[in-house]
């Protein structure tokens, strides 16, 4: 999966999205959009309501979708809704609908949309209009009022894609920094003129730890550690 998220913002952002996600498309690439998944199961779908004019449906959709936002008022937060387009890479076999309501709501519980079992969690809707990807659209305030608890631009650590092919919130992959597991320790490549710290110093011989500071030279002594100047 290839996905990445788009954050929205204004008072008909999520009405604008919805009537992209149920258009034509810019180039006419849109076919049968539909719903696959939805924050209760039975979301009006504009896709499927024959007897429905579309547009109505789609204004009862987004109007759905923000009534947690509208519940605020002026304290809802400027950035509302979330936008999370995953495209199945070319390699990938065409996923059926359930395949695909499965996948967004694993992503939607990774990013904190919408947790498992959290009947409070953001709105939120997973359309389909091609067969290679799905758009996955949601508000930024539970229906709590409360705002999501995880970060929502991007993936968290565990389910983070390799930067070169996304920016956001699916599948597993290793930071590019981290070093392979048993590899040397990094050479140091600091600056010359830093600051370097105090070796620690060595054990006598004896046992005893070495003082911080330098000290005076011992004593002779009769252990065999030392050895009396000729």
Request: net charge positive.
């Amino acid at each position: 999966m290839i996905p990445k998220i788009i954050l929205g913002k204004g008072a008909r952002a999520t009405r604008r999205l919805i009537g992209y996600l149920y258009g034509p498309g810019s180039a006419n690439e849109h076919t049968d959009p539909h719903l696959v998944a939805s924050w209760n199961g039975f979301a009006p779908d504009p896709g499927r309501s024959p007897h429905r004019n579309a547009k109505d449906v789609e204004d009862q959709l987004a109007a759905q979708l923000d009534q947690p936002v509208n519940m605020l008022g002026n304290k809802a937060p400027a950035t509302t809704v979330w936008h999370c387009p995953v495209r199945a890479a070319p390699e990938d076999p065409i996923l059926t609908d359930a395949q695909w309501a499965d996948i967004a709501r694993r992503i939607v519980a990774a990013a904190g949309i919408a947790p498992e079992g959290d009947e409070e969690a953001c709105r939120w809707v997973a359309v389909r209009h091609a067969d290679d990807h799905i758009h996955i659209a949601a508000t930024l305030v539970r229906q709590d009022g409360r705002r999501p608890a995880a970060t929502t631009t991007s993936a968290p650590p565990s389910t983070k894609p390799a930067r070169s092919r996304s920016t956001s919130a699916c599948a597993g992959s290793t930071p590019a920094t981290a070093p392979p597991p048993n590899a040397p320790p990094a050479r140091n490549t600091s600056r010359p003129n830093a600051r370097a710290r105090t070796p620690r110093p060595a054990r006598s011989c004896a046992g005893a730890s070495a003082a911080r500071w330098p000290q005076p030279p011992p004593r002779p002594s009769s252990s065999p550690c030392w050895k009396r100047p000729a």
